[in-house]
Structure formats: structure tokens, C-alpha cells
């Protein structure tokens, strides 16, 4: 438990500064505060969590919100193709780590230090993630209802930061430039083709080039 505690807690306790952003925008829009660790607690991913305050606010269609969430979560398909849910045994603790694979858990997961990992480390991992989360949000919509806050100007950067520092520690800790540089390009291709279905997009035409990579590798290793 310890070294799920030391590799986890660096990104885990991000999770306090940005589920208080989350909390200051339920807040803002006229929700009350607890609905903060509600999101955090029911979604439970963080940029549809963001999204979903303005969503419900507005009283959007469910259709809507339906597309949105499909739109927006779309990159777990992605995530699940590496994720170690074949070491987490019982069907009841794959469905509570299947349900709680954010992005960061992804990240720490696949790391090589967790390569060994098994049904218990994965989800205490997960569980201080979702933990973290959802007392981050709840602490944010209290400060909110007591010291109200008229602007908001660059939380909505801050889960594009957390993005950005994931980025850096996977690139740390496997470098590869060739996939940095397919990444880099597949998402510049989706913003310029398709600014409006970017992540789903670039997401897939990341994983195509690396299937294509995949193939031309094992025909030169049979060449």
C-alpha cells in the first residue's frame, strides 16, 4: 500500500486544487454546493464533470447531455485496450475499476512500476483517486457558498494543465519521440479537420497510426 501511496500521490493530490475548481463552477451556476461531491462522486470524469455543471444548469435535453457524455468519455474505449483489468479479479471489483478508470488512474496503472500490480493495488489506487476527487469537489463548493466568487478566470485551464503533466510523465517515463511526434500530429490533424469532434478524432487516428506502426514492424521483423 505504501508504494500504490508513493507513486499515486503526486498526481492524486492535483485531484484537490482541481476538484475545488469544479466545486467554485457548481457554485457560479447557481447549484447548490453539494451537488459538487455529487457529480464527483456519480460522473466521476473530470472534463464531462466540468462540462455536465453547465448541462445541468441550463436543464439541457437528455439527448443532449446522452451525446455529450458519449462524445466526451469516448476516449475510455482507448484506455481500456491497455488497462490491467485482467489482473483485477471478481466481478464486482471489475466493475468498480472499470467505472473508475479516469484518465489519471490510466496513467498510473499502465506505468512500469505498477506492472506487477494486482487486484488490491489497482483498486486502492483507484479508490484515493475517487476519494481525492470527491473530497476536492466537496471542499470547493463550501469555500464557494461561503466566499462567493464573481470570476473565474483560468479554472477552466486547469484540467488542460493536469493533461499536460500527464503528458510529460508518461513521455518521462517511457520516451519514445516518434509517438510523442504521431500524437502531437493526430491531434493537430483533428483540431483542423474536426474542431468540433477533436478528442474522438485524434484519439482515433492516434490509434490507427499506431496499429499501422504495429504492422510495418512485425513485417520487417518477418522480412
Not at 68 to 79: A, D, E, G, L, Q
Not at 98 to 125: C, H, K, N, Q
Request: some cysteine; charged content about 10%.
Amino acid at each position: 500500500m505504501r508504494r500504490v501511496l508513493a507513486l499515486s500521490a503526486p498526481i492524486g493530490m492535483a485531484f484537490i486544487p482541481l476538484g475545488m475548481a469544479l466545486g467554485f463552477l457548481v457554485v457560479h451556476a447557481g447549484l447548490d454546493w453539494w451537488w459538487a461531491p455529487v457529480f464527483a462522486a456519480v460522473i466521476y470524469a473530470g472534463s464531462l464533470e466540468f462540462l455536465m455543471v453547465h448541462l445541468a444548469a441550463t436543464a439541457a435535453p437528455v439527448a443532449g447531455v446522452a451525446l455529450t457524455t458519449f462524445v466526451v468519455n469516448s476516449r475510455h474505449v482507448f484506455y481500456a485496450l491497455s488497462f490491467p483489468l485482467q489482473r483485477v479479479k471478481g466481478v464486482a471489483a471489475k466493475l468498480y475499476s472499470t467505472y473508475t478508470l479516469s484518465d489519471e488512474a490510466y496513467a498510473v496503472g499502465v506505468s512500469p512500476a505498477a506492472a506487477t500490480w494486482t487486484t488490491r493495488p489497482i483498486l486502492f489506487m483507484q479508490l484515493c483517486f475517487h476519494l481525492l476527487w470527491v473530497t476536492g469537489a466537496g471542499l470547493g463548493g463550501l469555500v464557494g457558498e461561503a466566499l462567493p466568487i464573481e470570476r473565474l478566470e483560468g479554472l477552466d485551464f486547469a484540467l488542460t494543465a493536469l493533461f499536460i503533466v500527464l503528458a510529460i510523465d508518461a513521455y518521462r517515463q517511457r520516451p519514445d519521440r516518434l509517438t510523442a511526434v504521431v500524437a502531437a500530429l493526430c491531434a493537430v490533424a483533428a483540431w483542423l479537420l474536426f474542431p468540433g469532434q477533436m478528442l474522438v478524432c485524434a484519439f482515433a487516428g492516434f490509434a490507427a497510426a499506431l496499429m499501422l506502426r504495429l504492422w510495418v514492424q512485425r513485417r520487417a521483423e518477418h522480412a
